[in-house]
């Protein structure tokens, strides 16, 4: 964290109300480096303190949400891994535990073989579903593999760029049309 204060101001930083440390400043400006060591949101506040030790109301609030979890696959999607009579006409429909993205280095996804580009209109994210609409339906009655591919490892990251630590891969067989 950084900032501009009075003269030599102490400044005390904060998550809520909780104390995270001082740093005394130098001329009109003063940097701390603040470890956050848990996950979930921090809510950061600092209050300057002039030599005499009148204190400044709290600064504005400023929200971090620190994540190093990876988003995962919920199982339970559709269609279901290993489905035996997914409707050949439904959309592909993948949920994860949180919001997801694509890498900025992009990817694509592998229908038997056939590529599709993540950034291709036929790919959608919204919040933490991505949804597959083949432009050309899938045929009755047939095994399908699925894969994600990326150009420098999984294109799958949720919003703070934790990216999946697995390829996804699954297969489904459709049913009668």
Same mark, same amino acid.
């Given at each position: 964290?950084?900032?501009?204060? *009075?003269?030599?101001?102490?400044?005390?930083?904060?998550?809520?109300?909780?104390?995270?440390? *001082?740093?005394?400043?130098?001329?009109?400006?003063?940097?701390?480096?603040?470890?956050?060591?848990? *996950?979930?949101?921090?809510d950061l506040k600092v209050k300057a303190f002039d030599a005499i030790?009148?204190?400044?109301?709290? +600064?504005?609030?400023?929200?971090?949400?620190?994540?190093?979890?990876?988003?995962?696959?919920?199982?339970?999607?559709?269609?279901?891994?290993?489905?035996?009579?997914?409707?050949?006409?439904a959309n592909i429909v993948l949920t994860f535990s949180e919001a997801?993205?694509?890498?900025?280095?992009?990817?694509?996804?592998?229908?038997?073989? +056939?590529?599709?580009?993540?950034?291709?209109?036929?790919?959608?994210?919204?919040?933490?579903?991505?949804?597959?609409?083949?432009?050309?339906?899938?045929?009755? *009655?047939?095994?399908?593999?699925?894969?994600?591919?990326?150009?420098?490892?999984?294109?799958?990251?949720?919003?703070?760029?934790?990216?999946?630590?697995?390829?996804?891969?699954? +297969?489904?067989?459709?049913?009668?049309?």
């Amino acid at each position: 964290l950084s900032g501009t204060c *009075e003269a030599d101001a102490l400044i005390k930083i904060y998550n809520g109300t909780t104390y995270l440390g *001082e740093r005394q400043a130098t001329g009109t400006t003063w940097q701390k480096d603040v470890l956050l060591n848990t *996950e979930g949101a921090y809510d950061l506040k600092v209050k300057a303190f002039d030599a005499i030790g009148n204190g400044s109301g709290a +600064s504005s609030n400023f929200v971090v949400n620190f994540d190093l979890t990876a988003p995962t696959l919920d199982l339970a999607q559709s269609p279901v891994i290993g489905s035996q009579s997914f409707d050949p006409a439904a959309n592909i429909v993948l949920t994860f535990s949180e919001a997801i993205r694509i890498s900025p280095a992009g990817g694509y996804v592998s229908i038997d073989g +056939s590529l599709i580009g993540l950034d291709d209109p036929q790919v959608s994210i919204v919040g933490n579903t991505l949804t597959i609409n083949p432009t050309d339906p899938l045929l009755s *009655e047939r095994l399908y593999d699925v894969t994600f591919q990326g150009y420098s490892g999984n294109p799958i990251q949720d919003l703070a760029g934790n990216a999946l630590t697995e390829n996804i891969t699954f +297969s489904f067989t459709t049913g009668v049309a």
